[in-house]
């Protein structure tokens, strides 16, 4: 019996994630050689490696799914009631300074609504994977967000980029050390809401995220128990939006902190 549509486009994604992580994985121990370059903001950067990453995976959705359009970091796309959204590489600054955080992100929008997400970590061979409506797991085995309940024992990750407001995340960053919680931000948003979902952060904020970055960990974090602010903002998916993530005790505190 053949498996429903939802279930076939959550097995390719998974499986796409991690053949696109191992094409990564070849450019990163520099096995495939490429150049990096600035695309004009502060600390902002694309590598060759984005670029091939992001092509393999848009001729392998075409070939599987020649209906569905996708939106790609790198190299755009257009939008549609099936909808591909891919970050080839997230956490490029870590990838091209020889960091270990970083991660190929790929969610499936259906007349607007998230249905698949897939978020593959190649430096611990951990797939993330979530379908609407059947749960998250970590290469196979369930995940669940974690149970905290209050921010002086919460680990949050609190993301930033040079386009974000300085003084309003250094004034949140010193409310929520204020009020006990320990603050990273290991560089790569996607992975961080990935790690929400498996339990291992209690909570993410990032006042943006383009919704390749977002998209996929908001469904698995949705998917494994915890709760999501709306999201994309008003303009739309192509231009995100302010992004909340918390085990569903933080939330409505954190909420209250960030003014989402």
């Avoid at 903001?41 to 075409?62: C, L, M, N, P």
């Avoid at 270990?100 to 897939?118: F, M, Q």
Wanted: aromatic share 8%; hydrophobic share 40%; glycine share 12%.
């Amino acid at each position: 019996m053949s498996q429903p549509p939802l279930a076939q486009r959550t097995e390719f994604a998974g499986t796409l994630a991690r053949n696109a992580g191992a094409l990564a994985r070849r450019y990163f121990l520099g096995e495939l050689a490429f150049e990096v370059e600035s695309k004009g903001g502060e600390q902002d950067w694309v590598s060759a490696a984005d670029r091939a990453v992001e092509s393999f995976i848009r001729e392998s959705i075409a070939r599987r799914y020649p209906g569905d359009t996708m939106l790609g970091e790198e190299d755009g796309g257009t939008e549609s009631a099936r909808l591909w959204i891919v970050d080839p590489i997230d956490g490029t600054l870590n990838f091209v300074h020889g960091m270990r955080y970083w991660c190929v992100s790929i969610a499936y929008v259906e007349d607007g609504t998230r249905k698949v997400g897939a978020i593959y970590d190649p430096s611990l061979d951990e797939l993330f994977l979530a379908a609407a409506g059947r749960g998250a797991q970590c290469n196979g085995a369930p995940i669940r967000v974690s149970g905290c309940t209050s921010l002086d024992r919460a680990l949050i990750s609190q993301g930033f980029v040079h386009r974000h407001d300085l003084e309003r995340h250094l004034d949140l960053r010193r409310s929520l050390l204020q009020s006990g919680a320990a603050v990273k931000d290991p560089g790569a948003g996607a992975l961080m809401l990935a790690h929400v979902a498996a339990g291992r952060f209690d909570a993410f904020y990032e006042p943006h995220m383009h919704s390749w970055d977002a998209c996929a960990g908001l469904l698995l974090i949705e998917e494994a128990g915890g709760r999501v602010a709306p999201y994309p903002g008003p303009r739309g998916i192509a231009e995100g939006g302010a992004v909340l993530g918390t085990s569903p005790a933080l939330f409505e505190p954190l909420r209250a902190l960030v003014g989402n």
